[in-house]
């Protein structure tokens, strides 16, 4: 059973940061892009940074140069280093991988639970 496991979320004034872990378990034989999304109220899940296994990152516009994506291959986690955070930043934040539990079989989605973003003005 693989479970994604996100932590790190908080409140925070503008202007300060925050960095969000995504820890995967279970079995695991590969895992390929992985990724974080963002829902405020009342609003669509968007995407708002993603990763390959080899490393090419890519940015919602809404982020880029305020946050940086990576992750830690060895111990299958993922982190979301949020600097300059805004109130527009508001939200619950998942995060997604594309995994392959085993050799045999293609490859699933999975998500994490979410974790709560909140940036005072």
């Known amino acids: 059973q693989v479970q994604l496991v996100e932590s790190g979320g908080g409140l925070v004034q503008a202007g300060g940061s925050l960095r969000l872990s995504c820890a995967v378990s279970?079995?695991?034989?590969?895992?390929?892009?992985m990724g974080w999304y963002r829902q405020a109220p009342g609003k669509q899940l968007d995407l708002v940074a993603a990763?390959?296994?080899?490393?090419?990152?890519n940015y919602a516009d809404s982020v880029k140069d305020r946050f940086t994506i990576y992750r830690d291959n060895a111990e299958n986690t993922m982190y979301l280093q949020m600097n300059s955070l805004k109130p527009e930043d508001t939200a619950i934040y998942y995060c997604?991988?594309?995994?392959?539990?085993?050799?045999?079989?293609?490859?699933?989605?999975?998500w994490g639970q979410g974790t709560q973003v909140t940036v005072s003005s």
């Open positions: 997604y991988a594309r995994i392959r539990p085993t050799r045999i079989g293609g490859p699933n989605d999975y």
């Open positions: 279970g079995s695991i034989f590969s895992i390929n892009v």
């Open positions: 990763i390959t296994s080899g490393g090419s990152t």
